[in-house]
């Protein structure tokens, strides 16, 4: 994957942040925060593969913390 340098990591890093600060704020702003996101993704990158990316870390991001809220 010759696309992903440090600054589309970093990228990704901050989708991470912005699901773990939603998390803290209950299931109906991590709904939102997700549908804002992935919109966000689909008007904002043209490039399938990262487009991809970006969708797969977001998507994943919320499973991880949603679990991690539920299991408290």
């Known amino acids: ?9 970093l990228y990704q890093l901050l989708f991470v942040l912005i699901m773990y600060i ?3 704020y209950g299931p109906k702003t991590m ?3 997700l549908a804002a996101c ?4 689909a008007t904002h990158l043209f ?8 969708s797969v ?3 994943g991001s919320y ?3 949603r679990r991690k809220r539920d299991s408290v």
């Open 31 to 33: 709904i939102a925060t």
């Open 1 to 9: 994957m010759l696309f992903v340098t440090l600054p589309v990591v």
């Open 38 to 41: 992935l919109i966000w993704t």
């Open 47 to 54: 490039f399938p593969p990262l487009a991809v990316l970006q």
């Open 22 to 24: 939603a998390s803290r």
């Open 63 to 65: 499973l991880w913390f």
């Open 57 to 59: 870390v977001i998507i």
